[in-house]
């Protein structure tokens, strides 16, 4: 079973960058998709951006596109999100997560971590 760790998150300004990183051990991934979902208070998870793990594709939420990117490291096992220009709206916790085969549900969430912008 593939266990996902996430880390980078923290306290930072408006305007400033992070770096977060997600591991998955257990054994090599060969799933679908892995993704990064945010989740504010009072508000729903929502799906920031995911990246096809063969393939390399990625999706981008509207809210986020142009200051966030997603990458992988295969040979790592590894899942990065590179955020820019954050925004206090960016506040939330933030999921890694994967969906193991095409079509069905996001089934292997990491514990998550907090990111915290500032204004």
């Known amino acids: 079973q593939v266990q996902l760790v996430e880390s980078g998150g923290g306290l930072v300004q408006a305007g400033d960058s992070l770096r977060l990183s997600c591991a998955a051990s257990?054994?090599?991934?060969?799933?679908?998709?892995m993704g990064w979902f945010r989740q504010a208070p009072g508000k729903e998870r929502e799906l920031v951006s995911s990246?096809?793990?063969?393939?390399?594709?990625?999706y981008y939420a509207d809210s986020v596109k142009g200051r966030f990117t997603i990458s992988r490291d295969r040979d790592k096992n590894t899942l990065y999100l590179q955020m820019n220009s954050l925004k206090p709206e960016d506040t939330a916790v933030y999921y890694c997560?994967?969906?193991?085969?095409?079509?069905?549900?996001?089934?292997?969430w990491g514990q998550g971590t907090q990111v915290t912008v500032s204004s």
């Open positions: 997560a994967a969906q193991m085969r095409y079509g069905r549900e996001w089934n292997i």
């Open positions: 257990g054994r090599t991934f060969s799933g679908y998709r």
């Open positions: 990246v096809i793990w063969s393939a390399g594709a990625t």
